[in-house]
Each structure stands twice: as C-alpha cells, then as structure tokens.
C-alpha cells in the first residue's frame, strides 16, 4: 500500500480486490526504527473499510510490542515485528498470536537467518527485507536468494507450515527466481502501482 496513491486509496484498493493479489501489505513506520515515517492506526482502520482481503501489517517501528491490540483494533489479519526491533521477541509473538492475529518475524538485510533458530517454531510467516526498509521504490539485495534458500532449510526443520515473505524491489524479473529459492509471499509495491496495468502485472506476479 506504500506505492498506492494516498489522495486516492479507496481507489486503488478497489483495483486490489478485483486483482488476484491475496493480500495487502501495509508498511507502518515511525521515523525511529527507519528514517521514514508512512502513516499509522487511523489511515489502517480505513484501509480496513475497503478491503475485502486480509490485511498484511509490517510494523517497523521500535517496540512493537506496545502497539498490538492498536493494531488488532485498526483491522491487522496479520502482524509482522523486527527482529531488530524487539526486545521481548517471544514475548511479542505470543501477544499477537493471542490477540488472534497471525503473526512474524522481520529481518533486515543484515540480519543472518540463524537467530531464528529459537523463534522460527513460534512464527506464521517469516519476512526477509530484500532492500533496507524505510522507502519505496530501492533496489533489490541479490543476496536475498541464498537467505530464502536458508530460511526453507530452517522452516523444514523447526516449523514446515510457516511461509516465507520478500518485502522490497520485487517484479517480475525476479519474482520467478525467489519462487523458485522456496519464497511463499511477494510483496510488490511500485511494480504494481507504477505499472501500467497494475492488475496484468499482478496477475504476471502470480504466474
Ligand atoms: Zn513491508
């Protein structure tokens, strides 16, 4: 939802739910964690309104445990927290599980896929930042395919059923690729958004 257009959002979430996209991914950021800061509870809770998918919060914001029920309230399916970004790790993904919400683990790209080894069995999905977070629109890490192929060799081991999510700089030259590296959710902003037929791209994703 970053790459949406804000002065139009009930607008193009009505193209995502006419698309083939299974969920929305909505970036929540507070200018600490990363240098950015996108928007929060309120803009979620409308999003919400409109969407008849479920929604894909990315938190990256410091503590996060302090915002989960805000984030259950505003309409969260799904809540992902940094690695980075967390003191209470097992701590947070209990108060999410809890409060009925899928939850996650994000790694920056910095990040090594190891520390999971403790948390992997707790989490629903596993995100790997395939650019530094905090802006739309970067290139992507050609190392993010070998950090994939790791996290797939974790999951088998500790926890079989979590998916594995790529956040930042996919398209469709790469999507294949991560696919075929054992990736189980895109998330693709300004390919979509800045396509020119957002939905055929999507649909190109997909394939
Ligand atoms: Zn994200």
Redesign the pocket.
């Known amino acids: 939802m ?1 790459s949406a257009d804000f002065g139009n959002l009930q607008r193009d979430i009505e193209m995502l739910n006419q698309s083939e996209c299974d969920w929305l ?1 909505v ?1 929540v950021m507070d200018g600490i964690f990363v240098p950015n800061i996108s928007f929060g509870q309120p803009v979620v809770k409308h999003i919400k309104k409109h969407a008849r998918k479920p929604l894909d919060v ?1 938190l ?1 914001i410091m503590d996060p445990g302090r915002y989960v029920e805000d984030f259950r309230a505003a309409g969260a399916d799904i809540l992902t927290v940094h690695y980075e970004a967390c003191t209470h790790l097992d701590r947070t993904l209990h108060a999410i599980s809890d409060a009925g919400m899928k939850c996650g683990v ?1 790694l920056n790209p910095h990040t090594p896929v190891s520390l999971l080894e403790d948390t992997v069995q707790l989490c629903d999905v596993v ?1 790997l ?1 395939s650019v530094n ?1 905090g802006f739309g629109g970067q290139k992507f890490i050609e190392n993010t395919y070998s950090k994939v192929h790791q996290l797939r060799q974790l999951c088998d081991r500790k926890n079989p059923k979590c998916l594995i999510e790529v ?2 700089g996919v398209n469709t030259n790469n999507a294949p690729l991560l696919f075929e590296a054992g990736a189980d959710v895109l ?1 693709a902003g300004n390919a979509v958004f800045k396509s020119d037929d957002p939905q055929t791209t999507i649909k190109m994703l997909k394939q």
Do not use: A, W
Request: charged letters at 15%; aromatic letters at 0%.
């Open positions: 970053l991914h970036d990315h990256m994000v995100l930042m977070p956040d930042g998330v």
